[in-house]
T-cell receptor, first 109, second 114 residues
Framework: KNQVEQSPQSLIILEGKNCTLQ??????????LRWYKQDTGRGPVSLTI?????NTKSNGRYTATLDADTKQSSLHITASQLSDSASYIC????????FGAGTRLTVKP | NAGVMQNPRHLVRRRGQEARLRCSPM?????VYWYRQLPEEGLKFMVY????????ESGMPKERFSAEFPKEGPSILRIQQVVRGDSAAYFC????????????FGQGTRLTVV
């Protein structure tokens, strides 16, 4: 069973709309949680990284939240743009990194 | 400071040949991770190495796959006697310490087995 579960698997939204992606994990112990953006055919690029003591972290239009008690994280994207179309991957780290399968986001004009 | 460099970007091999994928970590990074991504799927961990040591190879297939990270030079992921099912994108990431810090990814090597 994958220790990092993401939902939804895919999502289509209109340009300018907001969206929220979910990540639930069972990895223990846990040091940090990261969200990566992966454009098609490219390597993942880090958006945010949070330690277990942080509740929220922003990077421009991207805001990640973390609830270490319920082991849930979300990535909120505000005022989406066409360039936001990508896969968003939740990664939970301690001695190594455990990847979620990702959410495939498509932003349509 | 160049990012994580992987080469080649694209590699085509016939069934039964060997594939060698190279990863040069960022300067100052001594930890390297290899991941495989099948089409339309997420990244799957393969192996975690430090200089001259394999720390965790729990994601590596038991046969035909091997990895090394020598004292000098890039990390190498080697696939012997490739089969069509090995066709995938292989990504390398590096970090300066264990998984509690930022890890940076290369652009990947796309292996196609024909």
């Amino acid at each position: 069973k994958n220790q990092v579960e993401q939902s939804p698997q895919s999502l289509i939204i209109l340009e300018g709309k907001n969206c929220t992606l979910q990540c639930n994990y069972t990895v223990s112990p846990f040091s940090n949680l990261r969200w990566y953006k992966q454009d098609t055919g490219r390597g993942p690029v880090s958006l945010t990284i949070m330690t277990f003591s942080e509740n929220t972290k922003s990077n421009g239009r991207y805001t990640a939240t973390l609830d270490a008690d319920t082991k849930q994280s979300s990535l909120h994207i505000t005022a989406s743009q066409l360039s936001d179309s990508a896969s968003y991957i939740c990664v939970v780290g301690h001695n190594d990194m455990r990847f979620g399968a990702g959410t495939r986001l498509t932003v349509k004009p | 400071n160049a990012g994580v460099m992987q080469n080649p970007r694209h590699l085509v091999r016939r069934r039964g040949q060997e594939a060698r994928l190279r990863c040069s970590p960022m300067k100052g990074h001594s930890h390297v991770y290899w991941y495989r991504q099948l089409p339309e799927e997420g990244l799957k961990f393969m192996v975690y190495l430090q200089k001259e040591n394999i720390i965790d190879e729990s994601g590596m297939p038991k046969e035909r796959f091997s990895a090394e990270f020598p004292k000098e030079g890039p990390s190498i992921l080697r696939i012997q006697q490739v089969v069509r099912g090995d066709s995938a994108a292989y990504f390398c990431a590096s970090s300066p310490t264990q998984g509690d810090t930022e890890a940076f990814f290369g652009q990947g090597t796309r292996l196609t087995v024909v």
